[in-house]
C-alpha cells in the first residue's frame, strides 16, 4: 500500500507541473512572478516524493539479509535519462518558441535523477535479497523471482544467471558486489534449503 501510494504521489505532482506549467504557458491566469513560486514547491516535492518512493520500493522483511549491490548499468541507465532530459531542456530554453518555459520539468527530472540516484547510494537502496524462497534484486527496479519458478542457475565470468520456466532470466554482476564471498555463501545455503541444486549448471 506504501509503495502504491509513493508512486501515486510521484506522478500526482508530476501531472500538477505539466498542468500548470500549460496554463502558464497558453493563457494568463498564472503570472510569471507566481510561477516562479509554484514550481519551487512542487519541484522540491517531486525530488523528495521520487526519493520517498526508491525507499518504499526497496522495502523487504525486516529480518532479511541484504548484499548492497550497485552495478555500472544502473549508473549507465540513470546517466542515459538525466542526459536525454537534459539536452531536451537546453534545447527547449534556447527555442524562440513559446515551449522554451517547458524546459524547467526536463531539467527538473533530470537533476531527480542524480537525486534518487545518490539517495539510493548513500542509504544501501540498492541491494540483492535473498527472502525465504525469494531472490530479490533492487536496482533502477525491483526484480523478484520465487525459487519455485527457477528451471536453471548458471554462473559464469563474474554473470549469475536465474532463468525462469517462462525463459525470462534475472541477470546479476556477482564481480561487482564487495560483499561477493558473503553472498556466494548465502546463496549456497539458500539453493540447498529450496531444493535447487540440481538445477544449478557449472560455468
Not at 107 to 129: P, Q, S
Request: net charge positive; hydrophobic share 50%.
Amino acid at each position: 500500500m506504501n509503495s502504491l501510494f509513493s508512486i501515486l504521489l510521484k506522478n500526482i505532482i508530476l501531472l500538477a507541473l505539466i498542468c500548470i506549467s500549460l496554463i502558464f504557458v497558453f493563457t494568463q491566469y498564472i503570472g510569471y512572478k507566481e510561477v516562479r513560486f509554484i514550481f519551487i514547491g512542487l519541484g522540491i516535492l517531486y525530488v523528495l516524493s521520487a526519493c520517498y518512493e526508491a525507499y518504499n520500493l526497496s522495502q523487504v522483511k525486516k529480518d532479511t539479509v541484504k548484499f548492497i549491490y550497485f552495478p555500472d548499468g544502473l549508473v549507465a541507465k540513470r546517466a542515459i535519462k538525466v542526459i536525454s532530459f537534459t539536452c531536451i531542456g537546453v534545447l527547449m530554453y534556447y527555442s524562440r518558441s513559446i515551449i522554451k518555459y517547458m524546459a524547467f520539468l526536463c531539467f527538473l527530472i533530470a537533476f531527480t535523477e542524480i537525486a534518487v540516484t545518490i539517495w539510493r547510494k548513500l542509504k544501501g537502496l540498492c541491494f540483492v535479497a535473498l527472502e525465504d524462497d525469494k531472490l530479490i534484486i533492487s536496482t533502477n527496479k525491483i526484480d523478484t523471482t520465487s525459487a519455485i519458478e527457477i528451471s536453471k542457475i548458471e554462473a559464469r565470468h563474474g554473470l549469475m544467471y536465474f532463468i525462469n520456466y517462462n525463459k525470462k532470466a534475472i541477470t546479476l554482476r556477482t564481480d561487482m558486489m564487495k560483499q561477493n564471498a558473503e553472498f556466494k555463501s548465502a546463496l549456497e545455503k539458500w539453493i540447498i534449503k529450496n531444493n535447487l541444486s540440481e538445477k544449478v549448471v557449472a560455468g
